[in-house]
């Protein structure tokens, strides 16, 4: 059976993957959009409540991965709204972040307020969180490298996943029946800060001292308490951070 699908954040790290798995798969998707892009894209902004009821009708299946450093649950809740008052959709495909209930930052509350919106919405849904991306690890990674020392911060661990795990994932999701909130969705190993910072530096050719830093506070108790992680009952990617590097390397070498 053919499927309408809405994308939203379809132009992202993670849409861009998702997106052509699910017109594989033989689906008219259409990606929602703040710039007009083409004749499978609609415009609209979801933090202003703008061109979504359009966007989302006749639509029976949305994927929900836009985000950003602010406003995400703004957009879910006009996103929810809008889903439940077009009458065609049967299943709402969300995407949070490991630990949005116990990480004491903004960002995690955000996306927590996010998963209420989409799992009070009374629409079928399923809820995947899923651990940053290796994309996200590398930009940060990238940033702290132009420092001509690297901040450390000690007890701070992160089990990266790559984007087209997670991708995979989310398509498989999206056209199965809604399951509630699914097992996360880790990277297939722990690491220390400074283990992603040497490999990082390593791949890239540089040197940079390390300095130990301690982050303060109750984000700092939850980090070292590991409250960001997911270590039992989780499903886990392939593609190790290890993987991604040596990807990263082979394109810049060529």
Known sequence: MTHTILVTGGTGTLGKRVVPLLRAAGHRVRVLSRHQRGADYVTGDLVAGEGIQAAVA??????????????????????VRAAAGAGSVRHLVYISVVGADRVPLGWFRTALAAERAVTGSGLPYTLLRAAQFHEIVFGMLEKMAKLPVIPNPGGLRLQ?????DVAARLAEL?????????PDLTGPAVYKMD??????????????????????GKAGRAYRAGENLALEGTDVGERTWENFLADKDSVATR
């Open 195 to 216: 283990e992603l910072i040497r490999g990082y530096l390593e791949t890239q050719g540089k040197r940079r001292p390390l300095l130990p830093i301690r982050i303060p």
């Open 174 to 182: 999206a056209l199965g029946a809604p399951a509630g909130r699914v």
């Open 160 to 164: 990266p996943v790559d984007s087209r």
């Open 58 to 79: 006749g639509v029976e299946i949305v994927v929900h991965l836009a985000g950003g450093p602010k406003g995400d649950d703004v957009a879910a809740r006009n996103l």
